[in-house]
């Protein structure tokens, strides 16, 4: 697996139906995550809910915080 981090990668992977899952951090800002949320179970996308931004982020392997991102499938 590989992520595509931050909103507006998460849109895009979204838009262009690639996400095979999409991960969103319970502190980020409802105003972000509720459209890609409500997208998401819409398309049929797992949700998984993460308790803050830093524990996305290190779920992810970056070390800053991370608001959402869309799980793919890795590229080879």
Do not use: H, N
């Not at 992977?13 to 819409?42: C, F, H, M, N």
Request: a neutral charge; aromatic letters at 6%.
């Amino acid at each position: 697996m590989a992520y595509k981090i931050g909103t507006k990668q998460t849109t895009k992977t979204l838009e262009s139906r690639q996400a095979i899952g999409v991960y969103v951090a319970r502190d980020a800002d409802p105003k972000l995550t509720r459209g890609i949320v409500a997208q998401s179970e819409k398309d049929g996308v797992p949700v998984r809910w993460f308790d803050s931004m830093a524990e996305l982020g290190k779920e992810c392997g970056i070390d800053v915080g991370a608001a959402m991102a869309a799980v793919v499938l890795d590229e080879k």
